[in-house]
């Protein structure tokens, strides 16, 4: 059995699933239930300064996206940080993690960007025991109006600022939480590595509309007519957290920062896959609240039995495994040749590859042969884009098949060349540097 016990920043946990700072780690009732139900650890639901909580809206807080079969792929919410009053919230984090030595509690924060406010809470917090604070620079709603979240995630000075007070204020480990709404992803992640931070975590969510009423032509979700723009999450948002992760991992002037992954980990093939780019944990937040607490079993489960079948023994094994073969498309190997194929005896003749080929690629596949529907790829035009894979309703039906070298190209005629070539060497490229 593969050991999955994770060591992040030196904080610990049984395994490397954490639920994300939202509502399932409101309260000590669902912290508790999450760990019984086998979470590794939990960033607390961002905590506010000390007065009279913030409050929420009353009507509705969600808006969704959801594929043919209505599996949610897209969630939105206008929630703010926690609307419970702090010393009720700091009393249950001391007790739950009394409760839960094993477990990891990490407070998120959310307070003004002055120092005296990080230098209040930061003792309060430091009491509780928790291993570690996560400093919420990522709300796009609400509270980013009020100077705060997103507001302070996308300004790399401000998060360099706060992460110093912060490191200078309290011995716990400090993670910087950083937002997606930003042109680049790794100028905040070099701020919180200049500015001290001991690992970033990413992403929070989105800013984003998921849809507009057109009875009253309200954006949802509609409060007395009005919608504002909430904060997206879920499946649909796991590409764009994937390639940010990637982005810091692969960066010389932040690799070696260590990564908590967020965004869309639905399963445990999610998680291996941030992992792969570099992630040294993952949060969850979007398929708890969709599928519950249990589905971090699948996770757990999925994750042993995969790292056992490749002869993983530790998760050390996987973390930035992938990171060197993240590349720029300008060392792209373009001798590299594929063909697409279709498997007449899975194909069930529904013609969806030939119309996207057809329309909107190369005319490279047949509808018919003597008379009768049949699919089938025409060498001579296939570019290999793989657009008839993805359309495709029949898993595996069509693949993609890479020429062998020296392998005729029926589309050029040339020879499957073995040798890399990029780019920045090939002929029709008017930069390339000319050869000696
Ligand atoms: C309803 C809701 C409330 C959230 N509240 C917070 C919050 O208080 N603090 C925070 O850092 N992130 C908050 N998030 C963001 C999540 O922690 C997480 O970064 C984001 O949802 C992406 O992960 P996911 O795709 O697994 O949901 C919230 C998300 C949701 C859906
Ligand atoms: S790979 Fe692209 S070009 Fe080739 S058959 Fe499929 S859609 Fe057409
Ligand atoms: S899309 Fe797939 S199943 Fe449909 S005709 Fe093409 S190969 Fe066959």
């Known amino acids: 059995m593969a050991d999955i016990r994770n060591n992040f920043i030196g904080i610990k946990s049984p395994n490397p699933f954490w639920l994300a700072s939202a509502p399932p780690t409101d309260k000590a009732y669902n912290v508790e239930r999450a760990f019984e139900a086998g979470w590794g650890g939990v960033v607390w639901k961002t905590l506010g300064e000390e007065g009279p909580p913030l409050v929420n809206v009353n009507g509705p807080r969600y808006g969704a996206i959801w594929g043919a079969d209505r599996r949610l792929l897209g969630f939105n919410n206008i929630e703010l940080i926690t609307d419970r009053d702090l010393h009720v919230n700091l009393r249950e984090i001391k007790q739950v993690k009394k409760n839960w030595p094993d477990r990891a509690i990490v407070a998120s924060i959310m307070v003004p960007c002055e120092e005296a406010a990080w230098k209040a809470i930061l003792p309060l917090v430091e009491e509780t025991g928790a291993d570690g604070i996560e400093l919420n620079f990522g709300c796009p709603h609400g509270m980013s109006e009020r100077g705060m979240g997103s507001a302070v995630g996308q300004v790399p000075e401000y998060i360099e600022m706060v992460a110093r007070w912060c490191k200078a204020n309290t011995r716990m480990p400090v993670i910087v939480k950083l937002t997606p709404?930003?042109?680049?992803?790794?100028?905040?992640?070099?701020?919180?590595?200049?500015?001290?931070?001991?690992?970033?975590?990413?992403?929070?969510?989105?800013?984003?509309?998921?849809?507009?009423?057109?009875?009253?032509?309200?954006?949802?979700?509609?409060?007395?007519?009005?919608?504002?723009?909430?904060?997206?999450?879920?499946?649909?948002?796991?590409?764009?957290?994937?390639?940010?992760?990637?982005?810091?991992?692969?960066?010389?002037?932040?690799?070696?920062?260590?990564?908590?992954?967020?965004?869309?980990?639905?399963?445990?093939?999610?998680?291996?896959?941030?992992?792969?780019?570099?992630?040294?944990?993952?949060?969850?937040?979007?398929?708890?609240?969709?599928?519950?607490?249990?589905?971090?079993?699948?996770?757990?489960?999925?994750?042993?039995?995969?790292?056992?079948?490749?002869?993983?023994?530790?998760?050390?094994?996987?973390?930035?495994?992938?990171?060197?073969?993240?590349?720029?498309?300008?060392?792209?190997?373009?001798?590299?040749?594929?063909?697409?194929?279709?498997?007449?005896?899975?194909?069930?003749?529904?013609?969806?590859?030939?119309?996207?080929?057809?329309?909107?690629?190369?005319?490279?596949?047949?509808?018919?042969?003597?008379?009768?529907?049949?699919?089938?790829?025409?060498?001579?035009?296939?570019?290999?884009?793989?657009?008839?894979?993805?359309?495709?309703?029949?898993?595996?039906?069509?693949?993609?098949?890479?020429?062998?070298?020296g392998e005729l190209d029926k589309r050029t005629g040339e020879k499957a060349n073995p040798d890399y070539a990029n780019w920045t060497e090939h002929p029709n490229n008017p930069s390339r540097v000319a050869a000696e």
Request: with cysteine.
């Open 181 to 405: 709404n930003i042109t680049d992803i790794r100028f905040p992640a070099r701020a919180a590595k200049v500015g001290g931070a001991d690992a970033v975590s990413l992403i929070n969510t989105i800013s984003s509309i998921t849809s507009v009423n057109l009875d009253n032509f309200s954006p949802e979700p509609s409060i007395d007519g009005k919608g504002s723009h909430g904060g997206y999450c879920g499946p649909a948002v796991k590409p764009i957290a994937l390639n940010m992760v990637a982005e810091i991992g692969r960066d010389p002037e932040t690799a070696g920062l260590p990564i908590s992954g967020i965004g869309g980990i639905t399963t445990w093939r999610d998680a291996a896959e941030f992992l792969a780019l570099g992630a040294g944990n993952v949060q969850v937040c979007t398929a708890a609240m969709v599928y519950g607490f249990k589905i971090v079993q699948e996770m757990i489960d999925g994750l042993n039995n995969w790292m056992d079948e490749q002869g993983h023994a530790t998760l050390d094994d996987v973390i930035g495994r992938a990171v060197p073969n993240v590349s720029d498309w300008q060392f792209l190997n373009l001798n590299y040749v594929t063909k697409a194929k279709i498997n007449q005896d899975l194909c069930i003749s529904c013609g969806r590859c030939h119309i996207v080929c057809e329309d909107t690629s190369h005319q490279a596949i047949t509808q018919e042969l003597d008379g009768k529907r049949h699919f089938e790829v025409i060498d001579e035009e296939c570019v290999g884009c793989n657009l008839c894979v993805n359309v495709c309703p029949v898993e595996n039906c069509i693949t993609m098949e890479p020429l062998a070298a």
